[in-house]
């Protein structure tokens, strides 16, 4: 096993010690940014129930009705226009919901293999966000903010918290599509660009549009993380003579703490080509385990369950936020085709990775969240369709410390509109981070003269969806 | 003049800062005048103990605060140190060999001034305005659209600061441009238009649907590029409320909104629910009636085509006519009814006309006049308006208007803005006034900032409350007010402060100082080479770095063959397969918003969605991967390595070190290094690993 660079061993590697680290987040000048390793592990402001996010967006909207949000009032309402003169009809789900589990969590027949997991499920019917069009609501759900260049939530949480193993980054995001403002979903802005995700493959943006299609998982690598020409012993002599090298220098400059984080870095990094693919390779997962998140060529699920296989890997191995995306639930035409496909291809693997988070003992302090960036309105629009639905919507946690197997909150009689305990977008920004044991007030950065926030000025810690 | 304690204080201050994190509000809002909206003036010069030491203005200031502290200068850097340090701060490159070997300390006003004059300047000094300007080919944010026009800006701004433009008339070319006297001179005239694309460059919202929303949100963008970039001043905050710690009520915002939404932004960009940023700005020799003539001639043609149309359309209803009655209109002969017969002859002059408007069409066609060049700019709008504020910033909430204005606090006039101009030409004066407080500082500062590795105020883009305070005031002072009376000049700036005793000290670090931070300019700071100096010194090493401006952009390249509403990142693949497949300086590299090239972004580029004038210096794992694997960077390598003169195996070892790191190695160096020729092969592919390893070092990477 080559070196594996520990908490201790980094802050004994820097001259300053222990008195600098503690200093992040407290400075606002880059200058002094460079003597920290944002990926350190850091204090928390208070202790943490979850230790890691995984994120499974659900890119373009899942239909709430048909789905978490049982609305027998549409059975009444079946088929009657949602407003006079309209040519949107209500429309009860055609699929059945249940009572699952011992909490009795009621859950449509889209989702079968999610439905299992009811009593470890903190569904949240009563999400509402600001925008209607998926470009910026997209964006909102990843940054906050849907006008301007911000950090993304998961580089958000590794500027706040480090992450745990060294030898990788803090925050991948496995599927990311082109749209929604694209790479600004994972990106760090002015947060340290360590912060930002390093994206694995990539959706296609349009759907299944031959124009840009997703880029299959199987076998993926990363770029950089390979040498076309050195062999790792050949690589690994010279990075002797490079460290030797710095080190001589390092002599004669007395104190020079980048030339100690290049060291350091150097090392990790050359750590890193071996971990990374490591961590990828699926392969040495057993068949069953494969067969349960149904990979395998050819099948539906293929894609997702590579990514949300790879995604207990990385929590696994220390990774602080990963975020599986796939898309494109955005059926405004033909609802009835097109959901029933993307939770074919997603529903298995989710349940898959939950399962296999809880038999870990992971989920305990693994956030998991599942959504999309707004949800579906009760109606039917001429084409079989749904369209779009900001001002109510449902989402769920599980595992982290969110309270397992409850409702909260409500939408209205046809779960149109989010009425009770409303949880806006910034109010789970503000719990999740919350649940990761920092104050979304206090978890600031200083860029331009003032002091930046996931959650802006707003956001309420719904201390309901805590356990 | 700053009410604010004994300077003796602010530094311990300063330094308790440094160390204790409890003390880092340094700027904590109060009620006290914020000090950069005080005047600025030149400054007695301090006295100092050591007279022999200072070789100008800026090292008496310096000096007599090391030695109000009790603190040493370091000693003087080597030649050689001094020679390579020179090189990167002002071209972003290394020296050459023979310029190594040959150089000695006296003539180190004669390389300043050759660096100074080089056309490689530009490409340097220019991409640090590039930051601040937050400068991108692409309009970012929801729908990321290609601004294919967005390079003559940045070919503008290398060329503005080869010329040294004085910094007034580069802030009023860049606000105003297009409403100043023309200049004289063809190129310089299209220089005064490509300039505002500064305002047009920006961030730019182009999925949104409200029309109100989208002109405040393009406003906000330009009102924060102009604050930060000129002022440092974040007013953009006063969008929603008065500013929490600066002198910016939400009315001064909205005075500065009205003027640039009275201004329209000519950006040759198209999507289908944002028109109005369509347009392009004219360029070159009666670059308007060009323009013109090419708009009648694609009338021209529409109309022509509209009759051509009819006339087919005619020809195929008559032709499917004689079909239906079951004739055959290819064949001329046969028996059918007279009526049938007229049809044929009518048939027969209908398909002459649509012949001959197929030529006519064609020849039209043909005869198209070549476009002027066109660039991003803008003008007034015809109507100019003043912005309502909009209560806490929601548009659907608009209060009374305000007259179209700049910011109250500051005590200079802003001229009369007549009812039919934007105003933006009396902002541009007002910005670039020598009584302006802010300006002369900030530029000063930012100057600073890159010859020293770290501004007398550590926060450039915010001069404000919330910003830090200025570590030698002074200094600031005396300087910005001695750069407004000798004429705006950067070139002038520069060189005076790379003449200075300061600049010239070692970066050596002794085991103990009581200003670890170096806060107070007592050693020189060493300085990470940023992305683009990285890239091109690698190129030169590997003997490929193309030296001449690019003229265009693979952006724009990409986007020939695409209507302009097609032209979204993304789509299509439309610049996702963009690569760093060019070798000419990195400057020139193509940048789209929230896709920036690896090398670029890996190593700390700025985000172009941001004004940013003091870049993180962030040191990762990914920067160390990509130098290890980058096929490029191997690539480079072995190009370096064919170049490695000499007969022993010594002698290229030294040769590759002096060509990297401007010295030769110590004896410990070049035995590690020969021992690694011994056990990687005396071969091509050793001495390309070798190589590879020196682009690797700590040393190549930094600048002493």
Redesign the interface.
Known sequence: MNTHFNRRQLLSASSAGFGILALKGLFASNAQAALVNPLVPTKTHFPARAKRVIFLFMQGGPSQVDTFDFKPALTKQHNVPNAKGSPNVFYQSPWEFKPRGKSGLLVSDLLPNIARHADDLCVINSMHTDHSAHPQAILQMNTGSFAFTRPSVGSWCVYGLGTENQNLPGFVTINPSFSGGGPLKYGSAFLPSVCAGTPIGQDSGNGSSPDSPATSLKDIQLPFMKNARMDAAAQRRQLDLVQSLNRHKLAQDGSNEALEGLITSAELAFNMQREMPDVMNLKTESAATQEMYGIGDGKATDQIGRACLMARRFAEAGVRFIQVNHEFWDDHSDIFKGHPQHALETDQPVAALLTDLKQRGLLEDTLVLWGGEFGRPPFLNKNKGRDHDNLGFTMWMAGGGAKPGIRYGSTDETGFKAEQNKVHLHDLHATMLHLLGLDHEKLTYRYAGRDFRLTDVFGDVKRGLIA | MRPRGRIGEVISRRIAW??L?VL?TAAVPSAEPLWSLQPFALQPLPMVKQQNWPRSRVDHFILARLEKESLTPNGDADAATLLRRVYFDLIGLPPLLEEIESFDMSKFAAVVDKLLASPEFGARWGRHWLDVARYAETS?????MAYVLAWRYRNYVVRAFNRDTPFDEFIREQIAGDLLPPADELVRRDDQLLATGFLNIG?K?L???DKDLYDM?VADDQIDATC?AFLA??AN?ARCHDHK??PIPTTDYHALAGIFRSTQNLSGVETNNVLKEAEAMPLGKNGMQRMAVVKQHEKDVADMQKDYLEVAKKCSTVREELIKAGIDPTKKSGAMPKEMVEKMTTLGVLEQDVTTWQKKLAEKQKSAPTPPPLGMSVRDGETPIDCPVYDKGEIKKPLAPVKRGALSAIPVKLAAIGPKESGRRQLADWIASPQNPLTARVIVNRVWLHVFG?GLV??P??F?K???NPSHPELLDDFAARFVKDGWSIKSLIRELVMSRAYQMSS????QSSD??NILLWRAN?K?LEAEPLRDAVLYLGGTLDYTPREGSPVADKAQAIKPAGRE?????FL?DLKDDTTHRSIYLPIV???QL?MM??F?AA?P???IG?????????????L????QI?AQAQNFSKRLTGTTLDARIMHAWQMACCRLP?T??LE??R??IS??GDTD?GW???C??VL????F??VY
């Open positions: 440094f160390c994190p880092a970012g944010n929801t729908r990321n961030v919202s999925g949104e649907q949100n930060h001043l974040s905050c710690f600066d770290r550590e926060s883009d915010d404000g919330m910003g830090m050596a670090t002794p085991a670890p931070a060493r990470r990142v993304g789509r299509k693949h996702n918003r929230g896709a690896p972004q890996c700390n985000d969605g941001l004004v003091n870049r993180s210096a962030s040191i990762t794992p990914m920067q160390s991967l990509l290890m694997n980058s096929d191997m110590t410990q160096e590690a290094l021992g690694f056990a990687a592919e390309t690993q070798l590879h390893a690797q070092s700590g040393e990477q930094t």
